[in-house]
């Protein structure tokens, strides 16, 4: 950072109320610092030296001059000109217009001129920096943009992240503290009021603001330098402390797997299990949901995993397990030749979960058959791949001329019901990964009718509960495809857009640790968030479906000349991140024995850390007449064999659905 005597700093002055300090940039352009509230404010700037991708660092030294106590938000933007819609990026929350028009999932929409904050729709939205992968907003104009970059936490308070447009110029803006408007949106379709935070100036206070911006070329894509940059300079404050290794830890998560999710009877792995099992529904029976899907949350890849662990690690019960779930999914086809959506206890075989009548979503189907023919090379079995046929040629049969597989086909017809979305590019894989000629050319009809999708750096529609978003899983199944192809064939094509769908995947990327209060549970266990995924803008949680694509990420690393499972290569710009932070992460909080984190052991959680979900989460406990709060207060952790015993005072969970 420069010296108050470098020609880089300045004193800035001190604004009127509601007035605004414009800072010219070294490099081009200028920055606006504004103070909200009652004055009188000072403020002093230093620019750092130039990075490679760019970035500045900015300090600001803001001083309030009253002689009353008074609330007070410096907020600081960067505008450029932008006559057509502009692009926007907030890495894991906000990519564009975010949610397309014909979207059923109602979640934050940008739209110019819009002010509809019922349907949340608007040209300005304000968020709490949490919600966001890296805290940074960029936006892209008519010939280029700018990005600016905080840290999650000020010297203020929680940092906010800002974008609006209006008359022709579309402005990334920082706040300090955060201010959500025009509504607070928490995942569901009824947002809250706007809610924001207040930081009360004392006479005389003086605080030191850091942030960093840089310019952005005209291409989308210039978003993947800049952000890999901030990642290694936020690693040395962001530790991960796993309690397990890897090996250890697939151990522990295959036997909860099979302990606790796995039901012989008909042969399913229940998609959610309640971690209390004391607890019971209002019919007196667990709350367990009894459901699986074919594919996604539940089904054939879980199954495939476990089978592969079981052979692995000689593990019988679990190899016969898998197979049952395989084989109950395989001998039940819907009568349009493909696997149904779901099963459920009470109905049985069902559609996906989707408004349309009868629809099957076609990133579920291509998941389970894309695992299935992987589970056929670990277990060779006639029924299966009979199955595995049958689905792969009625969706070659459905493909169109462009190459678009469709993303909602009926189960009783295989009409297409939607071409919209890009969820079928999990078929791409599928399809390449058959062996078969005629599959592959239309693999490669359908990876460049899907590229579309991985070129303007907006892929939606693979999960199911979302609709039309765009999701951290669309990234996923991007990377897969498009590996798949170039693994087959070799062309720079394909791997080129495996590369680029994997930094927007990447996007979603947690960057930093969040700062969770040090009575909440995850803060007692020290849960670290660098290196886990947000699913996505409409459903805001981390997730561990990241580990679906580690295999295709490390040979990604491979074929562009480094290795992203151990960060070593010659420096090639456009090598991926170092992986061990998303096969370290996932660890955290996976119990060996029963209780250490109030779960039996096991059982992990299929969604971390979302913004306010702490004091959702007790007020849920609450109404429930549970425990709120962590049972222990302290910050340190239990010792690896301090599995509560019955003689302890705490009873053990029942034994597994297998083994009653």
């Not at 592959?440 to 460049?448: D, I, M, Q, S, T």
Request: hydrophobic fraction near 40%; include cysteine; charge should be neutral.
């Amino acid at each position: 950072m420069t010296s108050a005597s470098d020609p880089a700093a300045g004193a800035a002055g001190s604004p009127a109320p509601g007035a605004a300090i414009l800072i010219a940039v070294p490099d081009g352009g200028e920055v606006r610092v504004e103070v909200l509230g009652a004055g009188p404010f000072a403020v002093a700037y230093g620019w750092g030296e130039r990075r490679a991708s760019g970035r500045r660092e900015l300090r600001l030294d803001v001083r309030y001059g009253g002689a009353e106590p008074a609330a007070a938000t410096v907020r600081v933007s960067r505008s450029v000109p932008s006559e057509d819609e502009p692009w926007w990026l907030i890495p894991g929350l906000f990519y564009g217009e975010n949610r397309p028009a014909a979207c059923h999932r109602v979640f934050p929409r940008f739209e110019p001129g819009a002010d509809r904050p019922d349907e949340m729709v608007s040209a300005s939205w304000g968020f709490r920096a949490d919600r966001a992968a890296t805290p940074a907003v960029l936006v892209w104009g008519e010939d280029g943009g700018a990005a600016l970059i905080a840290d999650e936490v000020s010297p203020l308070g929680l940092t906010g992240l800002e974008l609006s447009y209006d008359d022709g110029r579309a402005t990334a803006a920082l706040l300090f503290p955060y201010r959500e408007h025009p509504v607070t949106y928490y995942g569901s379709a009824d947002p809250l009021p706007a809610q924001a935070a207040t930081h009360v100036w004392q006479p005389g206070e003086a605080r030191t603001l850091t942030l960093a911006t840089a310019p952005l070329p005209a291409d989308r894509h210039a978003y993947a330098p800049l952000l890999r940059e901030d990642r290694d300079l936020r690693l040395p404050d962001a530790p991960i402390e796993p309690w397990e290794d890897v090996t250890t830890a697939a151990g522990i998560a295959a036997e909860g797997l099979y302990r606790w999710h796995y039901d012989p009877d008909p042969g399913v792995l229940l998609e959610t299990v309640g971690f209390d099992r004391e607890v019971s529904g209002g019919d007196g029976q667990r709350v367990d949901r009894q459901a699986m899907h074919v594919g996604w949350v539940s089904g054939i890849p879980w199954a495939t995993a476990l089978l592969e662990h079981g052979l692995r690690t000689g593990r019988p019960e679990h190899v016969a397990a898998a197979e049952r779930v395989i084989g109950f999914i395989c001998a039940n086809l819907s009568p349009s030749g493909t696997f149904w959506g779901t099963w459920y206890r009470k109905t049985g075989w069902a559609q996906s979960w989707s408004p349309v009548k009868d629809a099957l979503h076609a990133r579920t189907l291509g998941e389970a058959t894309l695992f299935l023919l992987r589970a056929l090379r670990l277990r060779p079995n006639a029924e299966w791949a009979a199955a595995a046929r049958s689905n792969l040629d009625v969706m070659v049969a459905r493909q169109r001329p462009d190459g678009n597989l469709g993303t909602l086909h009926h189960a009783v017809t295989g009409e297409v019901l939607s071409w919209s979305g890009a969820s079928g590019l999990t078929w791409v894989a599928a399809l390449a990964e058959s062996g078969d000629p005629g599959d592959l050319r239309a693999a490669e009809r359908a990876g460049e009718y899907y590229a579309r999708f991985v070129e303007d750096e907006f892929i939606y529609g693979a999960p199911e509960d979302v609709d039309l978003a765009p999701t951290s899983e669309d990234g996923y199944a991007a990377v897969m495809a498009y590996m798949a192809l170039h693994r087959r064939t070799g062309a720079a094509r394909w791997l080129d857009l495996a590369r680029r769908a994997a930094d927007w995947m990447l996007t979603f990327r947690y960057t930093y640790n969040v700062r969770f209060g040090p009575r909440t549970p995850l803060g007692v266990y020290g849960f670290a968030t660098r290196g886990a995924d947000q699913a996505s803008p409409s459903n805001q949680h981390l997730h561990a479906y990241g580990l679906v694509c580690t295999a295709e990420l490390a040979e990604l690393s491979e074929a562009l000349g480094g290795s992203v499972l151990r960060g070593a290569g010659p420096g090639d710009p456009r090598l991926l991140p170092p992986a061990p932070p998303r096969g370290r992460r996932r660890p955290q909080r996976l119990p060996r024995h029963d209780h250490r984190t109030l779960l039996p052991d096991g059982l992990l959680p299929a969604e971390g850390h979302v913004p306010d979900a702490v004091a959702r989460l007790e007020r849920r406990r609450a109404a429930a007449g549970l425990r709120t709060g962590p049972r222990r207060q302290t910050g340190r952790r239990l010792p690896r064999d301090a599995g509560l015993t019955p003689a302890q005072g705490v009873r053990r969970s029942r034994p597994p659905l297998a083994r009653r």
